[in-house]
């Protein structure tokens, strides 16, 4: 699988929108882009994934550049439960192997 | 979405004993699984790859004797730390692979304490 790059720690302000960013400058057309968090002492939880537009759910909406190099995960308004550590991985469509994890970013809520 | 549970969920043994855990998909069937080790403050790693009725393919470095892996049915997938020691102590996590192409699922994780 292709690598990621992430800052290691981000900070934000409850009730405000939060940008991860995520850069994966090496990304094949069959990529596609996962973002996870983890919780502590807990496993990791799926929060959205995407190929080339950008998607929206519940949880989220992952933003993702035209070059596909780099993409953006966003919270709109940040709760203290969203303090973790967010993953962005990128996975094979086609080989649908194994998930592997970078070291993320440390997300912190200040209330 | 799709649950998948461990047991336990916590477990403290002496040095030189066995332990197993267990990982379940529950309202799917899942033909591979996963299983990743995880020290503090650090990121996931993958121990190994599980699949139904075969044996596990491990990752460099991870010792195949030490960590016994068995995947008999297509919801059940066992762990099985052999002779633990100090340094085996870790959060262990399982993760399923769902029916749809992009799907992946995590267990809540077991922690392991070797004294």
């Known amino acids: 699988d292709a690598k990621t790059t992430q800052p290691n720690s981000m900070e934000s302000n409850e009730e405000e929108p939060v940008h991860l960013p995520c850069n994966h400058s090496t990304i094949s057309g069959t990529d596609y882009i996962h973002w996870y968090r983890q919780l502590p002492s807990q496993g990791p939880e799926y929060v959205i994934h995407?190929?080339?537009s950008n998607v929206n759910n519940r949880m989220a909406s992952l933003a993702i550049a035209e070059d596909r190099k780099s993409s953006t995960l966003i919270l709109h308004r940040a709760t203290l439960r969203d303090a973790a550590v967010y993953y962005c991985i990128l996975r094979d469509f086609h080989n649908n192997n194994d998930m592997r994890f970078g070291a993320g970013t440390r997300l912190t809520v200040k209330p | 979405g799709a649950v998948v549970s461990q047991h336990p969920s916590w477990v403290i043994c002496k040095s030189g004993t066995s332990v197993k855990i267990e990982c379940r998909s529950l309202d799917f069937q899942a033909t591979t699984m996963f299983w990743y080790r995880q020290f503090p403050k650090k990121s996931l790693m993958l121990m190994a790859t599980?699949?139904?009725?075969?044996?596990?393919?491990?990752e460099q470095g991870v010792e195949k004797d030490k960590f016994l892996i068995n995947h008999a049915s297509l919801t059940l997938s066992t762990l099985t730390v052999t002779s633990a020691h100090p340094e085996d102590s870790s959060f262990y996590i399982c993760?399923?692979?769902?029916?749809?192409?992009?799907?992946?699922?995590f267990g809540p994780g077991t922690r392991l304490t070797v004294l």
């Open positions: 995407g190929l080339t």
């Open positions: 993760s399923a692979r769902g029916q749809g192409p992009n799907e992946q699922f």
């Open positions: 599980s699949n139904e009725g075969s044996k596990a393919t491990y």
